[in-house]
């Protein structure tokens, strides 16, 4: 079974870049099918799809992210990652990675979720 596994900083300045990183144990990111997401939470919303790069690498994003997002992978870690350029307090979220199989539920998988805080 796929585990996933969010890292990263917990607070980040306003305008500097956040970056995550979600490491995959229990299965390849590379194999035939799976997607790989990234979705927040900030607080007292509800969840907020960001992007995802599927088993080929190419990436798609929200439109409202699109402009300050990326996501990237390493296939020699077995690891994606997450960044999100000129961060503001509005960033401020639990960050989550997620996966879904070929056949199967969206966002079967989950990490645990990761808080952080954008503050000065």
């Known amino acids: 079974q796929v585990q996933l596994q969010e890292s990263g900083p917990g607070l980040v300045k306003p305008s500097q870049t956040l970056s995550l990183t979600c490491t995959v144990s229990g299965g390849s990111i590379t194999t035939s099918g799976y997607n790989w997401h990234w979705i927040r939470q900030p607080p007292g919303k509800g969840l907020e799809w960001m992007g995802v790069?599927?088993?080929?690498?190419?990436?798609y994003y929200s439109p409202s992210l699109k402009s300050r997002t990326s996501i990237s992978w390493d296939t020699s870690k077995n690891q994606f990652s997450l960044q999100l350029t000129s961060v503001t307090p509005e960033d401020t979220a639990v960050y989550y990675c997620?996966?879904?199989?070929?056949?199967?539920?969206?966002?079967?998988?989950w990490g645990q979720g990761t808080q952080v805080t954008v503050s000065s």
């Open positions: 997620a996966s879904d199989p070929p056949v199967g539920v969206l966002y079967e998988y």
């Open positions: 790069i599927i088993y080929e690498g190419s990436t």
